[in-house]
Nanobody, 123 residues
Framework: VQLVESGGVLVQAVGSLRLFCAAS????????MAWILRQASGMAREFVA?????????YYAYSVNGRFTISRDHTKNTVSLQMNSLKPEDTAVYYC????????????????WGQGTEVTVSS
């Protein structure tokens, strides 16, 4: 499994941004895909959002619910994270992650990770 993120940039607060994750290496029908962040080097990773590839069920952390939207595109094998109403505290490296089977609403169980894409939100 290979996951490649893109889309991270410097953006002003209350702005919007869309992150992309290109997934390859196998069929993802039985996988859960997630976005997980790490705010600074050495800090713990935090769950942001997840989506079940087969039925599109979505799950969000409380801090982003209503502001962020996770989606997947079967035809392009991509997972996206639409980020609206951005806040300075959203500044982080965002990782795309994948796990076989059921959803994990934390950072555990995800066996495949991308290299991360950096999002900086200025006030």
């Amino acid at each position: 499994v290979q996951l490649v993120e893109s889309g991270g940039v410097l953006v002003q607060a209350v702005g919007s941004l869309r992150l992309f994750c290109a997934a390859s290496g196998r069929t993802f029908n039985s996988y859960t895909m997630a976005w997980i962040l790490r705010q600074a080097s050495g800090m713990a990773r935090e769950f942001v959002a997840a989506i079940r590839w087969n039925d599109g069920s979505t799950y969000y952390a409380y801090s982003v619910n209503g502001r962020f939207t996770i989606s997947r595109d079967h035809t392009k094998n991509t997972v996206s994270l639409q980020m609206n109403s951005l806040k300075p505290e959203d500044t982080a490296v965002y990782y795309c992650a994948a796990k076989w089977g059921g959803t994990s609403l934390n950072t555990h169980g995800y066996g495949y990770w991308g290299q991360g894409t950096e999002v900086t939100v200025s006030s």
